[in-house]
């Protein structure tokens, strides 16, 4: 089996700040990034990203919350990302929050009818 290609700098930059913003989130905000990343990563990607895009409306003349930046900038990292780096991710994620990673794949195995 081949060795995967290392990672950019930038997308290395991009897991540790995210990884980051992870450890300082609040339970709910933990919550909604799992679903968001159960989303991206489930077989059905279509749904959720037009329900992720309807999300992201703010009310006028009231500035997002820093929290939405972070999942603003979090959608443009992933969707650039190849899928060597995906994986990347999800493997930093196993290690640093492994109990995150564990509901990952148990939302990810029920999402494809597995359980």
Known sequence: MAEPLPL??????????LLHWLSGWAPAQRECFLHDLV???????????????AGLSMEPGKPPSIFTCQMRLWDQWFQG???????KFVRRLEEVEPGMA?????????????E
């Not at 950019?8 to 700040?17: K, L, M």
């Not at 989303?39 to 895009?53: H, M, N, Q, R």
């Not at 990302?81 to 994986?87: A, C, D, I, K, V």
Request: charged share 20%; glycine share 6%.
């Open 8 to 17: 950019s700098y930038v997308t290395t930059q991009e897991i540790c700040c």
């Open 39 to 53: 989303d991206k990563a489930g077989p059905c990607k279509v749904l959720p990203l037009l329900e992720g895009l």
């Open 81 to 87: 990302w190849l899928e060597s780096e995906r994986n």
């Open 102 to 114: 564990s509901c990952f794949y148990q939302d990810l195995a029920k999402m494809a009818g597995q």
